[in-house]
T-cell receptor, first 113, second 112 residues
């Protein structure tokens, strides 16, 4: 069964450094999403992406964040200058259509020191 | 604002006992509703979903959920819990013009 994959599974970085989180969505899906889950808190929507552009973003998704689909398979989340409060689990998800069921990857646990 | 509430932070049940996890939503119209499960160190796995139609939906791993419009609820049930069901369970919802909103989750512990 096809699934969403994410790399790396864990990343530790210094405050102020740039990080890129990678995702490979399910191949025939057209909508892509990033969510984050700060330890002990709920899963929060960051951004949705369709047709090579952002379709929706939350207040969390400020200028420090960007997303890209650099090729036909990868979908990346870049944090330009990480802050301590960016430490969280980041989930990628994909879906076939807008407002369709979203399938989640295993997540990348980011720790900013 | 739209919200999803899971009133129980942590529930402990005995193996073989029945389970019900509560979920309430606050939306202007009936949203699409989902239950996801997160095992330790794992991602979010879809258990089941409700879009419309039959209010009792069946999912994977023997789970089911019942949509009750009058109570704005979408509770998850399982008649007999297995030790492998120990995990975090998330209820989620979205409507036509809002992104997916999650509840805070309910952690399920299973004891012998």
């Amino acid at each position: 069964e096809p699934e969403v994959t994410q790399t790396p599974s864990h990343q530790v970085t210094q405050m102020g450094q740039e990080v890129i989180l990678r995702c490979v969505p399910i191949s025939n899906h057209l909508y892509f999403y990033w969510y984050r889950q700060i330890l002990g808190q709920k899963v929060e929507f960051l951004v949705s992406f369709y047709n090579n552009e952002i379709s929706e973003k939350s207040e969390i998704f400020d200028d420090q964040f960007s997303v890209e689909r650099p090729d036909g398979s990868n979908f990346t989340l870049k944090i330009r200058s990480t802050k301590l409060e960016d430490s969280a689990m980041y989930f990628c998800a994909s879906g076939q259509g807008d407002k369709e069921t979203q399938y989640f990857g295993p997540g990348t646990r980011l720790l900013v020191l | 604002a739209q919200s999803v509430t899971q009133p129980d932070i942590h529930i402990t049940v005995s193996e073989g006992a029945s389970l019900e996890l509560r979920c309430n939503y606050s939306y202007g119209a009936t949203p699409y509703l989902f239950w996801y499960v997160q095992s330790p160190g794992q991602g979010l796995q879809l258990l089941l979903k409700y879009f419309s139609g039959d209010t009792l939906v069946q999912g994977i791993k023997g789970f089911e959920a019942e949509f009750k419009r009058s109570q704005s609820s979408f509770n998850l049930r399982k008649p007999s819990v297995h030790w492998s069901d120990a995990a975090e369970y998330f209820c989620a919802a979205y409507s036509g013009n809002t992104p997916l909103v999650f509840g805070k989750g309910t952690r399920l512990s299973v004891i012998a």
